[in-house]
């Protein structure tokens, strides 16, 4: 089991050690910050936007946040007396802990439900950030499984917790990868935003759901329909597990993108049963590796981890899966998001996604997780 301990910063921000089955109790003093922080900023705000009614986080106070350090300053190394890091202990394996610079928080409540033009709002939420390893460098890829198992009871455990608080609507772990991304530390970590609303791109995956959902009248989720279609026309599938299995959509929109899905329809992380979650520590750094052996240099990433919204109308249809996205398009090129993508949200893709499921079947590690599960430890 993961052993998880709870304490708190110089400024009152939480912060929850993970560590790996198996470890030992933590020494009291990685429980003390011993830094003088300032107060916590002020939160920013929301404003609905009326013209497309979906609501805006303005977070000025984020302009002065950290931003690619050297790695003898890195905040989410552990802390030394050279570097009192965000972290205080020497050591650790996977560490949660509240952002700095938060886009949305520290507080928590309601935001109005009938906005119109000029409504505003305390931003509530939550913004947390992940570190996956003690190690400056590396990647997700190259944790190994058992600190891959760790980080994904760490999502679960942030998941059930954020879901809990006042206001929360939907629950997003995610990680941007590579600076062309915007990366603004290199230490390998990820995020997870809580929002007090659904995003616009959720809130339409969860439509088309519902929608699913009612027309089979309450038995099927519409991934699982998209996954059963995926496997019965193979073109575009890149591996098969006994839970999980991922494929490049049939309308994918960037030059990379895979789907990664459990064949059983949970809404979130916390739902995972641990047979689901020790797969998945196989088979997620198995897609993350195909993605890097596709070029001679690490690929840029959006690993985005769509949960059930929170709420009881739109969390029934739900159904966990990853989308992982990159704008590579060729060794040195990116895709950018322009005119027709950014103003008005159409995607043209440069890319089939037959040709990039087989590259990314190609590119297939000698033994994957997939096809030899007893690499996984009981
Ligand atoms: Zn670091």
Redesign the pocket.
């Known amino acids: 089991m993961t052993r998880i301990t709870t304490t708190r910063l110089a400024d009152g921000r939480e912060l929850i050690y993970f560590d790996d089955a198996g470890s030992t109790d933590r020494h009291p003093d990685s429980l003390v910050d011993r830094r003088e922080l300032p107060g916590r900023a002020e939160p920013g705000e929301v404003r609905y936007d009326a013209l497309s009614g979906e609501w805006v986080a303005v977070a000025a106070h984020r302009q002065t946040r950290t931003h690619l350090p050297p790695?003898d300053q890195?905040p989410?190394?552990p802390t030394t007396n050279a570097n009192p890091s965000e972290i205080p202990a020497p050591d650790y394996d996977v560490v949660v802990f509240e952002n700095r610079f938060p886009s949305l928080g520290p507080v928590n409540g309601l935001i109005p439900q009938q906005p119109g033009w000029g409504t505003t709002a305390p931003a509530s939420g939550r913004c947390e950030v992940v570190a996956f390893t003690p190690g400056?460098t590396g990647s997700f890829s190259a944790l190994g499984w058992p600190r891959a198992r760790t980080v994904i009871d760490a999502w679960a455990h942030r998941t059930e917790a954020l879901s809990s608080l006042p206001g929360i609507q939907q629950v997003f772990p995610f990680e941007n990868r590579g600076p062309e991304i915007g990366v603004t530390l290199h230490?390998p970590h990820g995020q997870i935003y809580a929002y007090p609303y659904i995003p616009p791109r959720s809130a339409a995956i969860a439509s088309a759901a519902g929608v699913h959902w009612d027309a089979s009248g309450g038995t099927q989720s519409l991934s699982s329909a998209l996954l059963a279609a995926e496997r019965n026309d193979g073109r575009r599938m890149v591996l098969e597990g006994e839970h999980f299995s991922a494929y490049v959509p049939f309308a994918a929109r960037w030059p990379l993108e895979v789907h990664l899905v459990p064949h059983r329809q949970v809404p979130d992380f916390a739902a995972l049963t641990g047979a689901e979650r020790d797969e998945l520590a196989h088979v997620y750094p198995e897609l993350l590796t195909r993605l890097d052996a596709l070029y001679p240099t690490e690929t840029p990433y959006i690993a985005a981890w769509h949960q059930a919204p929170v709420g009881p109308a739109l969390r029934r249809a739900g159904h966990l899966h990853l989308q992982l996205t990159s704008p590579r398009r060729a060794a040195d090129k990116l895709k950018f998001l322009a005119g027709s993508e950014a103003a008005v949200g159409a995607f043209i893709n440069d890319t089939t996604p037959e040709s990039v499921a087989e590259r990314l079947r190609a590119v297939a590690a000698v033994g994957t997780a997939a096809s030899s599960p007893e690499g996984a430890p009981a």
């Open positions: 790695a890195c989410i190394c400056h230490h």
